[in-house]
Antibody
Framework: EVQLLESGGGLVQRGGSLRLSCAASGFAFSDYAMSWVRQAPGKGLEWVSDVSGGGGITYYGDSVRGRFAISRDNFKNTVYLQMRSLRAEDTATYYC??????????????WGQGTLVTVSS | QSALTQPPSVSGSPGQSVTISCTGT?????????VSWYQQSPGTAPKFMIY???DRPSGVPDRFSGSKSGNTASLTISGLQAEDEADYYCSSYTTRNTLVFGGGTRLTVL
């Protein structure tokens, strides 16, 4: 059974930093791209970033490019999201999602339970 | 990147069919067949319902079907059931190697 367990969320001041982690199990981790998707309170889903199975290809949404960095450790079966220069509008539940393929864009067939990030102003 | 356009809400009675549209551009929906649909109930993570425009993951009832014409994708739910009441989101890969979601549609089963 695929399991994705996010951690690292919490309350942070505007301009601060936070690192999210997502521990994966139940599948061949390095064979699949991984993404972060966020959802502001009461709002819709927003794709944030993804990393290919091998870790060498990364992409970012316009709202986070230059501030967030995605990475993965295929030995630890964990994907990370380093968030810097946080803004109030980054407040959201952040979901870790497994792509259906080794490359992004093919659909997310498993999701974590989410971790809440709150940026105070 | 602008979100794909979905109707804010749709409704139907049990047993009926409803269709949710998802309109993008030639840079996303119109360029790839990598359109997916997700169902999200309050307080839970999204659930994978449709991929590659019209394919269903195992375990998803065949009452759920997807299609695409030009820059618009659609999700049709036939034989509506009370348990289908949820928010539905479409997503598409884009020519910029990014992913874009729709704004979401709340389905109410009357």
């Amino acid at each position: 059974e695929v399991q994705l367990l996010e951690s690292g969320g919490g309350l942070v001041q505007r301009g601060g930093s936070l690192r999210l982690s997502c521990a994966a199990s139940g599948f061949a981790f390095s064979d699949y791209a991984m993404s972060w998707v966020r959802q502001a309170p009461g709002k819709g889903l927003e794709w944030v970033s993804d990393v290919s199975g091998g870790g060498g290809i990364t992409y970012y949404g316009d709202s986070v490019r230059g501030r967030f960095a995605i990475s993965r450790d295929n030995f630890k079966n964990t994907v990370y999201l380093q968030m810097r220069s946080l803004r109030a509008e980054d407040t959201a539940t952040y979901y870790c999602a497994k792509d259906r393929s080794g490359y992004s864009g093919y659909g997310f067939d498993s999701w974590g339970q989410g971790t809440l990030v709150t940026v105070s102003s | 990147q602008s979100a794909l356009t979905q109707p804010p809400s749709v409704s139907g009675s049990p047993g009926q069919s409803v269709t949710i549209s998802c309109t993008g551009t030639s840079s996303d929906v119109g360029s790839y067949d990598r359109v997916s649909w997700y169902q999200q109930s309050p307080g839970t993570a999204p659930k994978f319902m449709i991929y590659d425009v019209g394919d269903r993951p195992s375990g998803v009832p065949d009452r759920f079907s997807g299609s695409k014409s030009g820059n618009t994708a659609s999700l049709t739910i036939s034989g509506l059931q009370a348990e289908d009441e949820a928010d539905y989101y479409c997503s598409s890969y884009t020519t910029r190697n990014t992913l874009v979601f729709g704004g979401g549609t709340r389905l109410t089963v009357l």
